[in-house]
């Protein structure tokens, strides 16, 4: 058996393109040999001493929600349980929009627990300050790879970390795998940094 190269994302929730990228990264997962783990991260956190728009900062107050219940699960499992709850999570909140409906939030992440085979008392860790510590600790581990002008997602891969790669809609097949192919060469090349181009397309999720 191929050995799997480990490719770790830190994610919120709440983020679309991180979502995007997330799926991406298992479908490279179906043609090249890698192993994605996945980690907390938090837009609130990135963002707090930040000039936002008031209504972006009402919406990741509430993001801290499911950031604090995921930190909560991945205290006491392992990364592929993470990495099936952020599913039935995104599944929930970018598939079937239910964003939209922030009044359904708990009961939301209450659906995802249940349907990711946990239990829905793990909610609770959203009113709950328990696991911030948690939270900040894996944000900082993440951004810290990449610096603090970057946002959600970063990946890192054999010591090499980046933000991104944004894209919309997510690749599938052997186009997920060429890409992961480019985004490798140019993230290994030494003094690389930035490739960068306007969003011309709002998240596309399928």
Known sequence: MTERTPVDLWFDPFCPYAWITSRWLL??????????????????????DKEVPETYREMIARAIGPVRVVAAVQEKYDSDTVGRLYTELGVRFHNQGMLKQLDRLRETVEEALEAAGLDRGFADAMDSEDHDDLVR????????RVGQEVGTPV?????VAFFGPVITPAPKGEDAGRL???????AGTDGFFEIKRSRTRPPIFD
């Open 27 to 48: 479908e490279v997962a179906k043609v090249r040999p890698i192993e994605p783990r996945w980690h907390i991260m938090s837009l609130n956190v990135l963002n707090e």
């Open 180 to 186: 992961w192919d480019g985004v490798r060469l140019v």
């Open 155 to 159: 990946i890192s891969v054999e010591g």
């Open 137 to 144: 600790a894996s944000h900082e581990d993440g951004i810290g």
